[in-house]
């Protein structure tokens, strides 16, 4: 993993990215948090003649698509207090509504709107849920980006530049909320008075904003500038800081925010809370059983810890957010507690810091304890049968403890049986099967050997159990899908289901869609992940949005297993897009719209799609009187092994265009509903989708087996081919050879459902290349029902060679070679070989 320079949570900091805020969304109470901005033209005719008002005449209404928000601001206010909003953004003349992700907020009228800025009255309910909600405006013909906005306790007020002298700070009074912006290299100086032995709690949010890529650090300081406490990043806020320190003396003290690395943009947004209020940053225990009580114990306040009973609700939660209380006062943010379906809860007793003082416990429940100094490990003790499988995963740094955890398995001796560290996040998970009966033990510790009062952990080991998930795959990356419906037409996108421990079939249940929406969606099926949903508005559906429930239901057996939406937009990313700050939301954003000019279908093919051969897909436009534009049509969908260019264009005042499909040769057999998205720039662009339509992927009906045939350059031949028919065909059957490399010709050739052998003639030119070609296949095009059903076949390998050098006359053989003639002997050699001679004579 990778470390992050100056980080508090080192080595392990990396593993903080999406996954770690991957539960950060709140259960959404019953209520819809919708809020209809009460315009006064609407007042006076009536939300029906508002309808027929903006009812799309194309030649009349200047038509303005999906609205951006850029920047809302203020960027939080207190609960009980009405504020006026600023929405900036484009395209947001036609506002018409603001929705909310949760209740609490009503508006009370807007001021004005423009192009690209829109003020209205709201007012925050006394009991809106203090933290983070996310906003999205509906116009006449959009649903815009969703941007977040922060609900407090305190009193807020602004930063007033200049702040950036420590000797002349900007004095605010004690238990404030101060919005801020830290622009490069900027300091800011904020002072409060205190008595001695007052406690002052400083708090920033920056990231958790969700704004920019801010990471702030604070200190305290008092008036001779020797700090008191200094945070940068903290496990409780992430990269956001908390600090806090008790006054030794009456006198006036001074809080510091910057950038930690004294960067800073006109995005750096921050939200300071300053005063005396509680600030624990843990408590003990990390959890408990839906709709009991539970006493925790809350820790890291500098005034030392304490105990609150809490009860807890009554539906299970994987992060349920609780503000701490102590004499009177509340903490501005809140720590999060895990809130089970149920099953024992063990509290660690001390001394378990070996196997043979393990804490006993039981199974199905969760184990909580404290890591209350470095190096300390805990053990407890479970029984188990042989076969019993359990997910044994600690809950720490997600509920936002510095625990970086590995959790262990072991058997009733100390063998180690598992390990984890990390499996997506610090936080640690095993799936494990007991091996026989008996009893066995859960250890853990922290990876870096740390420890502390705020080291809290929770072990939740529970049977393995069949669970799913929804989700809404992105069709552009890191934008969250939102349906805008026009009147008269249709939307279309994905929903996307995650099992665990099954793969049965998932039905989909959409509730409170807006008005005049109906919906269209289909089982999906084991061992497919996806499936396209179809929302139709009618012609005079009201101009609306709501936020809508989505849940996957499936059975096992007889238990029935429902799965919720879970929907990520992604708010801050680093380098390399990676994440920093995400929202997540269990509800689709969905409305009515204004109708756009035109409607797209795709001509239902009559004819399947072969494995391994290609198709075009006939789409047809319906345009209004008036608008001729090109429409660029995307396939939402195709079956598996089955591809399609990224897009086509029907031509400005075209009716129609062919979307070609290509099916690889292990393209996956069946069928399959299809949907196509289409789009125009109409002053921005506005998107319809296509009625499903049935794709059929089918084996070849026929196949061919080709010899490898081997041909000189300028030499003609033919190539014979047998014809296998698997599936019966009437008339002739197209045949023709694509690829031949240049220089090499071939006629097509006809074949039909009787036949066994195909032949090609071949002709060759001298400048034939020459080599061993592959690449040459066959496509074999069957008519049927009007509509080709086109094969790409395999060919065999063609050789192509050189001729043979002609054959020339053999030469006379040349004269044998000249004997060398014996060298004359000297008068001394002579004297010596007639001496030899006489000496061989007897």
Same mark, same amino acid.
Request: proline share 9%; glycine share 8%.
């Given at each position: 993993?990778?470390?992050?320079?100056? @980080?508090?949570?080192?080595? %392990?900091?990396?593993?903080?990215?999406?996954?770690?805020?991957?539960?950060?969304?709140?259960?959404? !109470?019953? @209520?819809?948090?919708?809020?209809?901005?009460?315009?006064?033209?609407?007042?006076?005719?009536?939300?029906?003649?508002?309808?027929?008002?903006?009812?799309?005449?194309?030649?009349?209404?200047?038509?303005?698509?999906?609205?951006?928000?850029?920047?809302?601001?203020?960027?939080?206010?207190?609960?009980?207090?009405?504020?006026?909003?600023?929405?900036?953004?484009?395209?947001?003349?036609?506002?018409?509504?603001?929705?909310?992700?949760?209740?609490? +907020?009503?508006?009370?009228?807007?001021?004005?709107?423009?192009?690209?800025?829109?003020?209205?009255?709201?007012?925050?309910?006394?009991?809106?849920? *203090?933290?983070?909600?996310?906003?999205?405006?509906?116009?006449?013909?959009?649903?815009?980006?969703?941007?977040?906005?922060?609900?407090?306790?305190?009193?807020?007020?602004?930063?007033?530049?200049?702040?950036?002298?420590?000797?002349?700070?900007?004095?605010?009074?004690?238990?404030?909320?101060?919005?801020?912006?830290?622009?490069?290299?900027?300091?800011?100086? +904020?002072?409060?008075?205190?008595?001695?032995?007052?406690?002052?709690?400083?708090?920033?949010?920056?990231?958790?904003?969700?704004?920019?890529?801010?990471?702030?650090?604070?200190?305290?300081?008092?008036?001779?500038? +020797?700090?008191?406490?200094?945070?940068?990043?903290?496990?409780?806020?992430?990269?956001?800081?908390?600090?806090?320190?008790?006054?030794?003396?009456?006198?006036?003290?001074?809080?510091?925010?910057?950038?930690?690395?004294?960067?800073?943009?006109?995005?750096?947004?921050?939200?300071?809370?300053?005063?005396?209020?509680?600030?624990?940053?843990?408590?003990?225990?990390?959890?408990?059983?839906?709709?009991?009580?539970?006493?925790?114990?809350?820790?890291?306040?500098?005034?030392?810890?304490?105990?609150?009973?809490?009860?807890?609700?009554?539906?299970?939660?994987?992060?349920?957010?609780?503000?701490?209380?102590?004499?009177?006062?509340?903490?501005?943010?809140?720590?999060?507690?895990?809130?089970?379906?149920?099953?024992?809860?063990?509290?660690?007793?001390?001394?378990?810091?070996?196997?043979?003082?393990?804490?006993?416990?039981?199974?199905?429940?969760?184990?909580?304890?404290?890591?209350?100094?470095?190096?300390?490990?805990?053990?407890?003790?479970?029984?188990?049968?042989?076969?019993?499988?359990?997910?044994?995963?600690?809950?720490?740094?997600?509920?936002?403890?510095?625990?970086?955890?590995?959790?262990?398995?072991?058997?009733?001796?100390?063998?180690?049986?598992?390990?984890?560290?990390?499996?997506?996040?610090?936080?640690?998970?095993?799936?494990?099967?007991?091996?026989?009966?008996?009893?066995?033990?859960?250890?853990?510790?922290?990876?870096?050997?740390?420890?502390?009062?705020?080291?809290?952990?929770?072990?939740?080991?529970?049977?393995?159990?069949? !669970?799913?998930?929804?989700?809404?795959?992105?069709?552009?990356?890191?934008?969250?899908?939102?349906?805008?419906?026009?009147?008269?037409?249709?939307?279309?996108?994905?929903?996307?289901?995650?099992?665990?421990?099954?793969?049965?079939?998932?039905?989909?249940?959409?509730?409170?869609?807006?008005?005049?929406?109906?919906?269209?969606?289909?089982?999906?099926?084991?061992?497919?992940?996806?499936?396209?949903?179809?929302?139709?508005?009618?012609?005079?559906?009201?101009?609306?949005?709501?936020?809508?429930?989505?849940?996957?239901?499936?059975?096992?057996?007889?238990?029935?297993?429902?799965?919720?939406?879970?929907?990520?937009?992604?708010?801050? %990313?680093?380098?390399?897009?990676?994440?920093?700050?995400? +929202?997540?939301?269990?509800?689709?954003?969905?409305?009515?719209?204004?109708?756009?000019?035109?409607?797209?279908?795709?001509?239902?093919?009559?004819?399947?799609?072969?494995?391994?051969?290609?198709?075009?897909?006939?789409?047809?436009?319906?345009?209004?009187?008036?608008?001729?534009?090109?429409?660029?049509?995307?396939?939402?969908?195709?079956?598996?092994?089955?591809?399609?260019?990224?897009?086509?264009?029907?031509?400005?005042?075209?009716?129609?265009?062919?979307?070609?499909?290509?099916?690889?040769?292990?393209?996956?057999?069946?069928?399959?509903?299809?949907?196509?998205?289409?789009?125009?720039?109409?002053?921005?662009?506005?998107?319809?989708?296509?009625?499903?339509?049935?794709?059929?992927?089918?084996?070849?009906?026929?196949?061919?087996?080709?010899?490898?045939?081997?041909?000189?350059?300028?030499?003609?031949?033919?190539?014979?081919?047998?014809?296998?028919?698997?599936?019966?065909?009437?008339?002739?059957?197209? *045949?023709?050879?694509?690829?031949?490399?240049?220089?090499?010709?071939?006629?097509?050739?006809?074949?039909?459902?009787?036949?066994?052998?195909?032949?090609?003639?071949?002709?060759?030119?001298?400048?034939?290349?020459?080599?061993?070609?592959?690449?040459?296949?066959?496509?074999?095009?069957?008519?049927?029902?009007?509509?080709?059903?086109?094969?790409?076949?395999?060919?065999?390998?063609?050789?192509?060679?050189?001729?043979?050098?002609?054959? *020339?006359?053999?030469?006379?053989?040349?004269?044998?070679?000249?004997?060398?003639?014996?060298?004359?002997?000297?008068?001394?050699?002579?004297?010596?070989?007639?001496?030899?001679?006489?000496?061989?004579?007897?």
């Amino acid at each position: 993993m990778k470390r992050h320079s100056g @980080s508090f949570l080192g080595k %392990r900091r990396a593993a903080l990215g999406p996954v770690a805020n991957l539960l950060r969304w709140r259960r959404p !109470k019953p @209520s819809v948090g919708r809020i209809k901005v009460p315009d006064p033209a609407v007042h006076r005719c009536g939300f029906a003649c508002l309808g027929v008002l903006l009812s799309v005449v194309f030649s009349g209404v200047v038509w303005a698509a999906d609205p951006v928000i850029s920047r809302v601001t203020p960027i939080s206010a207190q609960q009980g207090t009405e504020i006026e909003l600023t929405i900036t953004g484009s395209r947001l003349a036609d506002a018409a509504e603001l929705l909310f992700t949760s209740p609490g +907020f009503s508006v009370r009228e807007i001021t004005s709107k423009s192009g690209n800025r829109l003020v209205a009255k709201v007012a925050i309910a006394p009991d809106c849920q *203090v933290g983070e909600h996310g906003l999205r405006v509906r116009t006449a013909t959009g649903i815009s980006n969703l941007i977040t906005f922060h609900v407090g306790l305190l009193p807020e007020i602004d930063e007033k530049e200049p702040n950036n002298d420590f000797h002349n700070p900007q004095v605010i009074p004690l238990n404030t909320t101060v919005r801020g912006v830290v622009e490069n290299e900027d300091v800011d100086y +904020f002072a409060v008075d205190l008595k001695a032995g007052q406690r002052l709690s400083v708090e920033v949010e920056g990231m958790r904003l969700g704004k920019a890529f801010f990471d702030p650090a604070v200190a305290i300081l008092d008036s001779k500038r +020797f700090v008191l406490a200094a945070a940068d990043d903290t496990a409780f806020g992430g990269q956001d800081a908390v600090c806090a320190a008790v006054a030794p003396a009456d006198g006036r003290y001074i809080v510091q925010v910057r950038e930690s690395a004294f960067g800073g943009s006109g995005d750096s947004y921050y939200r300071l809370h300053v005063g005396t209020f509680p600030r624990p940053v843990a408590e003990f225990p990390l959890g408990g059983t839906a709709g009991q009580s539970v006493k925790v114990r809350w820790v890291g306040d500098p005034l030392g810890s304490w105990e609150e009973e809490l009860t807890l609700p009554a539906q299970p939660a994987e992060r349920w957010p609780v503000l701490a209380h102590r004499d009177g006062q509340t903490a501005p943010t809140p720590n999060w507690l895990r809130v089970s379906a149920g099953g024992s809860e063990t509290a660690e007793v001390e001394p378990n810091d070996a196997p043979n003082q393990a804490t006993p416990a039981s199974v199905p429940g969760a184990c909580n304890g404290v890591l209350e100094r470095p190096d300390d490990r805990d053990f407890f003790r479970f029984s188990a049968k042989k076969g019993q499988a359990f997910d044994i995963r600690v809950l720490a740094r997600q509920l936002r403890t510095p625990v970086d955890s590995v959790l262990t398995v072991h058997a009733a001796n100390g063998r180690q049986l598992a390990a984890n560290d990390d499996a997506g996040s610090p936080d640690s998970i095993i799936r494990w099967t007991a091996p026989n009966d008996g009893e066995y033990l859960i250890g853990i510790r922290d990876q870096l050997g740390a420890g502390g009062p705020e080291y809290v952990y929770r072990i939740e080991i529970a049977p393995v159990q069949p !669970k799913l998930r929804l989700s809404l795959p992105e069709r552009q990356q890191f934008r969250d899908i939102v349906a805008a419906v026009p009147r008269g037409n249709r939307f279309a996108f994905l929903v996307s289901v995650t099992r665990e421990d099954f793969d049965g079939p998932v039905d989909l249940r959409f509730e409170d869609l807006p008005p005049g929406i109906s919906v269209e969606t289909f089982p999906i099926p084991p061992g497919q992940t996806a499936v396209p949903v179809i929302l139709t508005a009618a012609a005079d559906a009201p101009l609306e949005g709501r936020w809508v429930n989505i849940k996957g239901v499936s059975k096992v057996g007889e238990q029935e297993i429902v799965g919720d939406l879970l929907q990520r937009t992604s708010l801050v %990313r680093g380098q390399n897009n990676r994440e920093y700050w995400n +929202f997540y939301s269990h509800r689709l954003a969905a409305a009515v719209t204004e109708a756009v000019p035109f409607r797209v279908t795709i001509q239902q093919p009559k004819v399947p799609l072969v494995q391994g051969g290609t198709m075009d897909l006939v789409i047809k436009a319906e345009r209004d009187a008036g608008f001729d534009g090109p429409i660029t049509v995307a396939m939402l969908n195709l079956s598996p092994g089955v591809s399609a260019p990224t897009s086509v264009t029907i031509a400005q005042g075209a009716q129609e265009v062919r979307m070609p499909l290509t099916a690889t040769r292990q393209a996956a057999l069946g069928t399959w509903k299809i949907v196509a998205l289409a789009s125009a720039n109409i002053n921005g662009t506005v998107e319809v989708a296509t009625p499903p339509a049935d794709l059929t992927v089918a084996s070849p009906f026929v196949a061919m087996t080709f010899p490898q045939i081997s041909l000189d350059q300028g030499q003609s031949g033919n190539w014979p081919a047998q014809v296998e028919v698997r599936t019966k065909f009437e008339g002739n059957a197209q *045949v023709e050879l694509l690829g031949l490399p240049s220089g090499i010709a071939s006629e097509p050739q006809t074949i039909t459902a009787e036949s066994q052998q195909c032949t090609f003639p071949l002709r060759t030119e001298p400048t034939a290349p020459v080599g061993l070609h592959k690449s040459v296949i066959v496509k074999v095009t069957i008519t049927q029902d009007g509509e080709p059903i086109v094969h790409l076949l395999p060919a065999g390998e063609l050789r192509i060679q050189k001729p043979r050098p002609a054959q *020339v006359a053999q030469a006379a053989p040349p004269p044998p070679p000249r004997q060398p003639t014996e060298k004359p002997l000297s008068r001394l050699e002579q004297l010596r070989r007639q001496r030899q001679n006489q000496t061989a004579t007897p």
